[in-house]
C-alpha cells in the first residue's frame, strides 16, 4: 500500500513535470516564432515571401525587399498599419498583412530582408537609361525637377528611411511613381508627392528603366 | 473723374491678357513660386534643411547676401556642388533676388539639435575661440546668435552634419577658382586648424541655436 501511494505521487510528479516542459517547449517555439530574430524558414518570414519571392527578389506586384533599407522597411509596415500607404496593392494586400505585426517583428524582419543580397531586376527599356540616369544624377533645372541623387545617392542605395532604389522592378517603379504624382500616400514624407507631380510620364519611364539596371 | 476710372478699368481689362500670359510663361518654370517649390523639394517646405543621402542644408532665415553669393560661386566654379551647379544655371537674377528674400523670413525650428553634451564645448569655441589653437571666436563673425551678416551666413539651426561636413572639407570645395578669391577665404585657417572633435562641438552648439 505504502508502496503504491509513494508510486502514484511519482506519478503525479512526473506528469506534473511533463505538463511543465510541454509548456516551457511551447513558449519555446513562440519565443522563435514570434520574437526572435528571423529566419528563412521561420513563419513570419514565409508569410512574406509567399507574395515577395522565397530570396525576396521580388515578384510582380510585390516588389523586391532583398537589400532594402531596413529603416526603410519598418517605416513601411508602420505606414500600412496606420493606413496611411494606400496606394491599390498596398490597401489589398499590405493592409493586412501587416495588421498584427508587433514592432519587434518588423525589426527582425526589416533586419533580415535588409541582409539579403539585391540582384537586379535590370528589366526596364535599355534605350531610355540614358536619360534616366541623366535626370537622376543631375535633376532638370529647367523643368524644376530636382536631382534623385541628393536624398537616394549616387548609387541609388538610399539611406535610413529613403529606399533604394537600384535594381527594383521597372514595372514596380514606374508605378509608385505615378502613384505618388496622383496622390497617394500623401502623408507621406516630404517630399515624393511635390517631386513626381513635376515628372512627365516619358521622364518615369526612363528613371524606371534606369533604375532597374542600377546594382 | 469718373471717366478717367473707366479709362483705367477698360485700359486695365485690356492689359488683363497680356499679363496673364506673362504669368503663364512664368507659371511654366521660370517664375519665383516654380522655382521656390523646387527649393523647397529639397531644403524643405519651410527651408528647414533634410537629411537626405546628403544632409542638404537649412536655408530660412539665412542671409540673402550669403544665398546669392552661393549660387554665384557654384556658377563661376568658386565652389564645387554638381547638383547646385546645375540648379543654379536655371535661376534668373531676378528670381534669385526674391528667393533669397523669402527664405530669409522663414524661421522654423530647428532640425536635428545636436547633443547637449557637445553643444556646451561648441558654445565656449563658439563664444570664446581657442587662442592657443589660433582659432577665432565664431561669434565675431557670424554674430553672438549665429545670424550671420552680408555674406557671412547664418548658423543658427544649421544642420550639425551639414556643419562638420563643411568645416572638414573646406578646401575642398570652397575658394576652387585661383582667379576669383571670395569670402571663403577668411575661414580657410579656421577650418583648418579646427580638429574632428572640435568641429563636432561647434556643429552641434549652432544647429541647437534657434
Known amino acids: ?215 | 473723374m469718373t471717366r478717367t476710372l473707366l479709362a483705367l478699368v477698360v485700359g486695365g481689362a485690356l492689359a488683363l491678357p497680356a499679363f496673364t500670359s506673362i504669368q503663364a510663361a512664368h507659371a511654366a518654370g521660370a517664375g519665383v513660386e516654380a522655382k521656390m517649390n523646387y527649393c523647397q523639394d529639397c531644403h524643405g517646405p519651410a527651408g528647414q534643411g533634410f537629411h537626405g543621402f546628403y544632409p542638404i542644408p537649412r536655408l530660412a532665415g539665412q542671409q540673402p547676401d550669403y544665398i546669392k553669393n552661393q549660387l554665384q560661386a557654384f556658377i563661376q566654379h568658386r565652389r564645387t556642388n554638381n547638383i547646385m551647379f546645375n540648379v543654379a544655371h536655371s535661376l534668373q537674377p531676378s528670381v534669385i533676388d526674391a528667393l533669397a528674400n523669402r527664405f530669409s523670413h522663414f524661421n522654423p525650428r530647428p532640425l536635428s539639435p545636436g547633443s547637449r553634451r557637445l553643444a556646451e564645448a561648441g558654445r565656449k569655441i563658439f563664444e570664446n575661440g581657442m587662442p592657443e589653437a589660433n582659432i577665432a571666436a565664431c561669434a565675431a563673425c557670424h554674430g553672438p546668435e549665429a545670424k550671420g551678416h552680408g555674406e557671412i551666413p547664418r548658423l543658427a539651426g544649421q544642420l550639425p552634419d551639414y556643419v562638420f561636413n563643411k568645416l572638414m572639407n573646406w578646401s575642398k570645395e570652397r575658394g576652387q577658382n585661383p582667379s576669383l578669391p571670395d569670402t571663403s577665404l577668411i575661414m580657410e585657417p579656421v577650418a583648418h586648424s579646427l580638429n574632428q572633435a572640435q568641429a563636432q562641438a561647434v556643429a552641434a552648439y549652432v544647429s541647437s541655436l534657434r
Open chain 1, 1 to 215: 500500500m505504502v508502496n503504491t501511494k509513494a508510486q502514484s505521487k511519482n506519478r503525479v510528479k512526473r506528469k506534473l513535470s511533463l505538463r511543465t516542459s510541454a509548456v516551457t517547449m511551447a513558449f519555446a517555439c513562440w519565443t522563435v516564432m514570434f520574437s526572435g530574430s528571423a529566419q528563412a524558414d521561420s513563419p513570419a518570414v514565409r508569410n512574406c515571401t509567399w507574395c515577395h519571392g522565397s530570396s525576396a527578389e521580388g515578384y510582380t506586384p510585390a516588389p523586391r525587399l532583398a537589400g532594402q533599407r531596413p529603416g526603410y522597411l519598418q517605416q513601411q509596415i508602420v505606414d500600412f498599419k496606420a493606413h496611411t500607404r494606400d496606394n491599390p496593392a498596398s490597401t489589398q494586400y499590405m493592409w493586412g498583412a501587416a495588421a498584427y505585426l508587433d514592432p519587434r517583428t518588423a525589426y527582425d524582419l526589416a533586419a533580415y530582408f535588409a541582409a539579403l543580397p539585391p540582384i537586379p531586376a535590370a528589366d526596364g527599356r535599355a534605350d531610355l537609361v540614358a536619360l534616366g540616369e541623366s535626370i537622376y544624377q543631375r535633376g532638370m533645372p529647367e523643368e524644376n525637377i530636382v536631382a534623385c541623387v541628393a536624398c537616394h545617392g549616387p548609387n541609388a542605395q538610399g539611406v535610413g528611411a529613403i529606399p533604394r532604389l537600384g535594381g527594383l522592378a521597372y514595372t514596380y517603379l514606374k508605378r509608385r511613381m505615378k502613384e505618388w504624382a496622383i496622390g497617394y500616400h500623401a502623408t507621406a514624407r516630404h517630399p515624393m508627392p511635390s517631386v513626381a507631380r513635376k515628372l512627365s510620364s516619358a521622364q518615369i519611364d526612363a528613371l524606371a528603366s534606369y533604375l532597374s539596371f542600377v546594382r
